[in-house]
Nanobody
Framework: QVQLVESGGGLVQAGGSLRLSCAASGIIFSGNIMGWYRQVPGKQRELVAKIDSGGFRTYADSVKGRFTISRGNSANTMYLQMNTLKPEDTAVYLC?????????WGQGTQVTVSS
C-alpha cells in the first residue's frame, strides 16, 4: 500500500522560509515522476515543482528562483525548500508520485504566509 506523508508546513511571515518533506512508503521516488502541488479552496490544484525520472526539474513560473525541489539521501524522501515566501504562496501543499500512469497523493500540509 502506497502512503505519502507531508510535513514541515506552518505559519511564516512574508520573506521567510520553510522546508517541506515528503516520506513515502510502499513506493520509492527514484525512477518515477515526483512532485509538489498546491491547492487553494475554490481554485484548481496547481503544479509547484516536479522531478522526472531522468532528474529534470520543472517549476511553476511563480516559484522559479525561490523554491527548490530535491530528493533525499534515501529513495523514499523528497523535499521542497521554499524561500522568500509570499502571501500568495498560502495553500495546502501536496506530495505526488506518478508511477506507470497512476498518481499517488499525500494528505497535504498547510502553508500560511502572513503579510
Amino acid at each position: 500500500q502506497v502512503q505519502l506523508v507531508e510535513s514541515g508546513g506552518g505559519l511564516v511571515q512574508a520573506g521567510g522560509s520553510l522546508r517541506l518533506s515528503c516520506a513515502a512508503s510502499g513506493i520509492i521516488f527514484s525512477g518515477n515522476i515526483m512532485g509538489w502541488y498546491r491547492q487553494v479552496p475554490g481554485k484548481q490544484r496547481e503544479l509547484v515543482a516536479k522531478i522526472d525520472s531522468g532528474g529534470f526539474r520543472t517549476y511553476a513560473d511563480s516559484v522559479k528562483g525561490r523554491f527548490t525541489i530535491s530528493r533525499g539521501n534515501s529513495a523514499n524522501t523528497m523535499y521542497l525548500q521554499m524561500n522568500t515566501l509570499k502571501p500568495e504562496d498560502t495553500a495546502v501543499y501536496l506530495c505526488n508520485v506518478r508511477r506507470l500512469g497512476m498518481d499517488y497523493w499525500g494528505q497535504g500540509t498547510q502553508v500560511t504566509v502572513s503579510s
